[in-house]
DNA sequence: ACGCTAAGTGGACTGCCGGTCAGGTTGCCG
DNA sequence: CGGCAACCTGACCGGCAGTCCACTTAGCGT
């Protein structure tokens, strides 16, 4: 962000370097019992600073987050298809689970620490920490794609079902021992089931409020 | 359990204080800010003794989880349809899957408190700290039920995708809003259309491993 | 080149928590 | 009633999240 102020070299450079520290950690030790004195001394700067950049360990972990999903954000709103925004509704949903189950498969451990800090710290009760910008977008992203398929369904809820399933650590557990093609397979069945389904022949079906 | 050893008087009496003060502090505070002092405070009995009977925090939930659970499972395995074992496969389970939609609609604070507590006490790595008794039990019905059907299915990994989802932290917050109604009524609709989905055209499809 | 200033830094400090343990207490059986 | 083992307790330990303020230093204006 290039606004007024800019940010001295040596923020920039402590930044990066609690990040790399950060994803070390990860990729070497569970991600509960990773401290954040630990990625302090692993990045080698003050416990002081990483608070300062990040806030607490969800600050941290979610910036580490939000990095790595980059660019499945860039491919999906500005990328060629099948994930961009020219390709049918359908193929877009298909190829972005797709695309979620590698991206997820690749961060497992941070997913887990993630998934963690969002109940480890808590915030003044106005702020909405369960949130993080990442799940936002994923949720946003799908719930449209099926809505705009089945308007019938009621693709917010089912959206996080799906979001929610991918996120559980049983799931995170299985792309541990490297199933991450069975999932996207049966990812792919179950969307697709619920795309092709018949229009909800019970009278009280229909989309929520 | 009416087994050789019996227990102390007092020991029944201070488990049953502590899981009740459990769920005292359960309905009235954030899961993740109980502390197990808290809960030997409000139970009225010393620290060591929650920690002598539970273990740690995963043990206590995981206890008050599995008492909250046991009606339903009794259900399933000795009551009448359409839960018990005398109903077809697929309505046993969308009857098990509006059921749990139920217990965990009462129990969001618990499960929550528990699906935190999973990862942050850490065990010695060759125990599994993930897999508590009510998810086993959960996912072995569904998992069940749906290869009774659907054998061309990957019934477990279509458990684990639906249990999960459950869990999930946005979903909980949906219950909390009182929207359990409309979960189960997706739930349905997806759980359906996957068991009604015509059986997996293209060559690469199956059940996993 | 140089000093000024505010952004940035570090690490001691506070408060709290999970989990342990040695010693005192008490239900229960013979 | 006496003895034993199960049980209870709360002080204690190691460690961590998050705070705070004195100190450092990059970048800018002159």
């Known amino acids: 962000m290039t606004e007024g102020r800019r940010e001295r070299a040596d923020a920039v450079r402590n930044r990066r370097a609690i990040l790399l520290a950060t994803e070390e950690l990860l990729a070497h030790h569970r991600p509960e019992k990773i401290s954040m004195e630990q990625v302090a001394a692993a990045a080698g700067v003050g416990k002081g600073t990483v608070f300062h950049r990040f806030g607490n360990r969800m600050g941290l972990m979610r910036a580490l987050m939000e990095e790595r999903a980059y660019a499945l954000r860039e491919a999906v709103t500005d990328g060629p298809p099948p994930l961009g925004p020219d390709a049918c509704p359908r193929e877009r949903l298909l190829a972005f689970l797709d695309a979620a189950v590698d991206v997820i498969a690749r961060n497992k451990g941070l997913l887990a620490a993630l ?95």
């Open 115 to 209: 998934g963690h800090a969002v109940t480890t710290s808590q915030q003044p009760p106005d702020e909405r920490p369960g949130t993080h910008p990442v799940h936002a977008f994923w949720h946003a992203h799908i719930s449209t794609l099926i809505a705009a398929q089945r308007p019938d369904l009621d693709a917010e809820l089912l959206a996080h079902l799906l979001l929610g399933g991918l996120q559980s650590d049983a799931v995170l557990r299985l792309l541990e021992r490297g199933e991450s093609a069975r999932l996207a397979a049966s990812l792919r069945t179950l969307v697709t089931a619920a795309l092709d389904a018949p229009p909800a022949a019970d009278p009280e079906a229909g989309a929520g409020a």
